[in-house]
């Protein structure tokens, strides 16, 4: 029953959801309107219950279904434009091979998450552990802060925890299988943002192969552990997606460039490395694309706004309570310490996708990159730098951390690193044919 | 026209058997054991209650667990009076509230 209940719940997010993107972006490929629609149905009711426990904590859930259902009236009321149809579609060799690749990640993640019902260690002492005040006591929920539960890392980002928190408020029990649906949906919409986003620049068949990757890649054997690096991964990607978009559909730039902003606040608070993001994003935007600007700052403002707010509620963790500027200086200067944090990035991005080799040598033989790349390949490098840094300057031994956070700080980038390497592939041939607005 | 079938038929099978082996075996039942076993104490304890805690093996999954199943109400390892739930072979001085079996009790002090 509450299985069910969930599930309902779920649905009226996403019916919510899609109306939402439809409203906003009339014009955007089938797979940019689902991959949307399933990131911001998670997104927009944890956003809302968050800012519910920040404001009036008893009636966190009311303020956000009254929010919702405002929300809907509002996007029901006015004429629907007509529905983007596909028109360039996949050669059907490729259709199948995506199929089967979706159905081996779909089995994967079944399969594992089957294994780990409560998800991975940091999910349920962490994420999942949140979760449980912000539903079970919402009146009270800034009990997370009590020092015996520092393990919890209470200042990390409320969406992840909020997003289950409020779904299990509204279905009025906590079961397992909520943080798991989360789990599926995140990675789900991130694959489809990737595919949308390499679609809009490179054509459908790269589209295709860039999702084959994912799907066969770590996306699925992670998505089990519950943890909110795939979610990180999936706003990333989905801030880069409606840039591209906008740039191909001039009529739709200030809406898709607000969501692009969103997207990237939104990550600012679903880790603390989302805040790095959001800084480098704007900062790459300000270089790059700087009349975008405006519209990235305004739509990033709440999900940033909410971000700060809960770092100013927190107790600091123990990385930032440690961490000074006098060690990390003494730290950067010490050569081997740079070695081992790349030794071990560069170990996490060959257990991820050994093939991934083969279209980085196709795209350094061709070198025909689309234009985005000017501007996506510096957000993927500062990101990685940023967090090379993060790592050298630890304030933690240095071995210890890395083995256990150097690989999930690659997981994050990986997605917007194969968005980047087939940005850098030449435009498929059959594909260069449709122009990019006719594009599905 | 059967070549695309073909195709995704071998990619299912390659892919399934590469990713088999590096599946986990499933995860201790501990979470959803402790679980069962603490149920009557989550009915009886209120919701805002703090119980000690008191483990004698070094590794920490064992009080998160407990954190984790009985949420919200906190489990300080840093209390010593009052309600203490114990995971050990020979718990501390007080009085036996409950055995909830596999070395979990808990006692008042």
Redesign the interface.
């Known amino acids: 029953m509450t299985q069910a209940s969930a599930a309902l719940v779920t649905l009226a997010s996403l019916a919510l959801s899609y109306l939402g993107v439809r409203r906003l972006l009339p014009e955007a490929r089938p797979s940019l309107t689902l991959g949307l629609t399933l990131a911001g149905s998670l997104s927009l009711g944890a956003w809302l219950f968050s800012l519910g426990l920040y404001l009036a904590p008893d009636h966190a859930t009311t303020i956000d279904l009254v929010a919702e259902a405002s929300l809907l009236l509002l996007l029901g009321r006015r004429a629907w434009p007509p529905l983007q149809t596909a028109n360039e579609r996949p050669h059907?060799?490729l259709?199948?091979?995506v199929?089967?690749?979706a159905?081996?990640g779909l089995?994967?993640f079944w399969?594992?998450s089957?294994?780990?019902?409560?998800g991975s260690w940091d999910a349920?002492?962490s994420w999942?552990?949140r979760a449980?005040?912000f539903a079970?006591?919402p009146g009270?929920w800034q009990?997370i802060f009590?020092?015996?539960?520092h393990?919890?890392h209470p200042d990390y980002p409320m969406l992840l925890p909020a997003g289950v928190a409020r779904t299990w408020r509204l279905v009025g029990a906590i079961p397992p299988f909520v943080p798991r649906l989360h789990a599926f949906l995140f990675p789900s919409a991130l694959i489809l943002l990737t595919g949308a986003a390499v679609a809009i620049e490179r054509g459908v068949h790269s589209a295709c192969v860039a999702a084959c990757f994912l799907c066969?890649g770590p996306v699925p054997?992670d998505a089990a552990s519950q943890y909110a690096d795939l979610p990180l991964a999936c706003f990333m990607v989905a801030a880069v997606a409606l840039v591209l978009h906008a740039g191909h559909h001039p009529r739709e730039r200030a809406h898709a460039l607000t969501l692009a902003g969103v997207a990237a606040g939104l990550a600012s608070f679903t880790k603390n490395e989302g805040l790095v993001y959001l800084i480098l994003f704007c900062a790459v935007i300000t270089f790059r694309r700087r009349r975008d600007l405006p519209w990235v700052l305004l739509g990033a403002s709440p999900g940033a706004l909410l971000s700060l707010w809960h770092k100013r509620l927190a107790p600091p963790d123990d990385y930032r309570s440690a961490w000074t500027l006098t060690l990390a200086l003494a730290d950067l200067a010490e050569w081997h310490r740079h070695r081992l944090a790349a030794r071990c990035f560069a170990r996490a991005w060959w257990s991820f996708q050994p093939a991934l080799l083969l279209p980085l040598a196709l795209a350094l033989w061709w070198r025909r990159p689309s234009p985005a790349l000017k501007w996506v390949l510096p957000l993927l490098a500062a990101m990685t730098a940023s967090y090379l840094v993060a790592m050298v300057t630890t304030p933690h031994e240095l071995a210890w951390h890395l083995q256990t956070a150097g690989r999930r700080l690659m997981l994050q980038i990986y997605p917007l690193g194969v968005l980047t390497l087939f940005l850098a592939l030449p435009r498929a041939p059959a594909s260069a044919a449709s122009p990019p607005s006719s594009a599905p | 026209m059967w070549r695309g079938p073909l195709l995704a038929a071998m990619i299912l099978a390659i892919c399934f058997l590469k990713t088999r082996p590096r599946l986990l075996p499933r995860q201790p039942s501990n979470l959803a054991r402790l679980e069962t076993s603490f149920r009557p104490l989550l009915e009886e304890l209120p919701p805002d209650a703090h119980i000690g805690f008191f483990s004698d093996d070094t590794d920490p999954a064992d009080r998160l667990w407990a954190s984790y199943v009985l949420a919200p109400r906190i489990v300080d390892p840093e209390q010593r009076s009052g309600l203490i739930l114990c995971h050990t072979e020979k718990p501390p001085a007080g009085r036996l509230i409950r055995d909830f079996g596999r070395g979990w009790v808990l006692v008042e002090k």
Request: hydrophobic share 60%; glycine share 6%; aromatic share 10%.
């Open positions: 059907p060799i259709a199948w091979v199929g089967a690749a159905l081996v089995l994967v399969d594992l089957q294994r780990l019902p409560h349920w002492g999942n552990l449980r005040f079970l006591v009270d009990r009590h020092p015996a539960l393990f919890t066969l054997l």
